[in-house]
């Protein structure tokens, strides 16, 4: 399967503020995606990310507030925007070699929103 | 009524003993079929993924799905106590697509 990387690991940031979160694969991928896991929760997708056009929400998340690209089938970025306490979570990417194929996880980004 | 429904446990097995998650859907047009293995502050792990009826082997890992019951469930035979993690069960929908619906996961607890 492929290797999965995400940056930042960790990071503490103050309410209004935004973070960007990287994921870098190293082959590849038709299907990229992202989650949540909100703490003692279970996972959540927020958006599948399309190469070179704009992401597909799921009910609930909205692209002002999380604004994802996709710029190449190696690479995508997701915001979290204007973030309050209630972004306080995990956020995962995932990929995937067809529409339909098993998901592999990156390692995640820890949020905590003061 | 929930679209993946799993008990959250925690489930706990002795070391040796075979251990059994469960998983039901809503979807009863639901194509594929997911176990993901995840340890505390860790990302999940594929483990085992159905799409037909029956049974489906991978070392100490069985995977057996019933779409008539639509119910899913996962076998660790000769259980350790590194298999002590949350299970989660995750569904795709139906019409295939890229959308998995997760479950709340289970945790299970091997004791020795």
């Known amino acids: 399967s492929a290797v999965i990387s995400q940056k930042p690991s960790r990071d503490i940031c103050q309410r209004g503020t935004s973070l960007t979160i990287q994921c870098q694969v190293d082959?590849?991928?038709?299907?990229m995606f992202w989650y949540r896991q909100q703490p003692g929760q279970s996972l959540t997708l927020i958006a599948t990310a399309n190469q070179g056009s704009e992401a597909t929400y799921e009910s609930g998340f909205v692209i002002d507030k999380f604004p994802i690209s996709r710029p190449n089938l190696t690479f995508s970025t997701l915001t979290v925007s204007n973030m309050s306490p209630e972004d306080s979570s995990i956020y995962l990417c995932?990929?995937?070699?067809?529409?339909?194929?098993?998901?592999?996880f990156g390692p995640g980004t820890r949020l905590t929103v003061l | 009524q929930k679209e993946v429904e799993q008990n959250s446990g925690p489930l706990s097995v002795p070391e040796g003993a075979i251990a059994s998650l469960n998983c039901t859907y809503s979807?009863?047009?639901?194509?594929?079929f997911f176990w993901y293995r995840q340890y505390s502050g860790k990302s999940p792990e594929l483990i085992m993924f159905i799409y037909s009826n029956g049974d489906k082997e991978d070392g100490r890992f069985t995977a057996q799905l019933n779409k008539a019951s639509q119910y899913v469930s996962l076998l660790i035979r000769d259980s350790q106590p590194s298999d002590s993690a949350t299970y989660l069960c995750?569904?795709?929908?139906?019409?295939?697509?890229?959308?998995?619906?997760f479950g709340t996961g289970t945790q299970l607890k091997v004791e020795l």
């Open positions: 995932s990929v995937a070699t067809a529409p339909g194929d098993e998901q592999f």
């Open positions: 082959s590849q991928v038709t299907m």
């Open positions: 995750a569904v795709s929908p139906a019409g295939g697509g890229n959308k998995l619906t």
């Open positions: 979807d009863r047009g639901s194509q594929s």
